[in-house]
Antibody, heavy 119, light 107 residues
């Protein structure tokens, strides 16, 4: 059974930093691309970042480019999102999602972790 | 950036009725369009990929059609568990984008 378990969310002040993690199991993690998708409270879905299977290719939404970094440790089956210079508008539930194709649609999602950016 | 516009924003229907949801792209996305269902407090679930292919375990009452700029998600007979928010997503161009969602509510 595919499982994606996000962690690392919490309350951060504007300008702060945080790292999210996503632990994967039930599939060969190193063979699939992964993405982060976020959802602000009461709003729709927004794709944030993509990383290919070996970590050599990454993409970012313009809204986070230069502030967020995506990485993965295939030996640990774990995906990361390093977030810096956080803004109030980054407040959202952050989902990790497994890519099913290239470019991806997403066949499995984690339950999400909530990031709140507030003073 | 490809903008996906979903309509209507809200669809009020009764169980057993047919639901027809629309997703229009600002430029052609070929057949690279997916549909997701999201219930309150839950993660999205993949329903349809590449416009018309049902994902694993998705009931046959869900169907997708379209290509280019106009796409439709149909639910033949609404079951109580189908009342939720539905999103489309394109994978034709970066950045990947989602539509704003259609809420299917009980009338």
């Amino acid at each position: 059974e595919v499982q994606l378990l996000e962690s690392g969310g919490g309350l951060v002040q504007p300008g702060g930093s945080l790292r999210l993690s996503c632990a994967a199991s039930g599939f060969t993690f190193s063979s699939y691309s992964m993405s982060w998708v976020r959802q602000a409270p009461g709003k729709g879905l927004e794709w944030v970042s993509f990383i290919n299977s070996n970590g050599g290719t990454t993409y970012f939404a313009d809204s986070v480019k230069g502030r967020f970094t995506i990485s993965r440790d295939n030996s640990k089956s774990t995906l990361y999102l390093q977030m810096t210079s956080l803004r109030v508008e980054d407040t959202a539930v952050y989902y990790c999602a497994k890519g099913a194709t290239w470019p991806p649609h997403f066949d499995y999602w984690g339950q999400g972790t909530l990031l709140t950016v507030s003073s | 950036e490809i903008v996906l516009t979903q309509s209507p924003a809200t669809l009020s229907l009764s169980p057993g009725e047919r639901a027809t949801l629309s997703c229009r792209a600002s430029q052609g996305v070929s057949s690279y369009l997916a549909w997701y269902q999201q219930k309150p407090g839950q993660a999205p679930r993949l329903l349809i990929y590449d416009a018309s292919n049902r994902a694993t375990g998705i009931p046959a009452r869900f169907s997708g059609s379209g290509s280019g700029t106009d796409f439709t998600l149909s639910i033949s007979r609404l079951e109580p568990e189908d009342f939720a928010v539905y999103y489309c997503q394109q994978r034709s161009n970066w950045p990947l984008t989602f539509g704003g969602g259609t809420k299917v509510e009980i009338k």
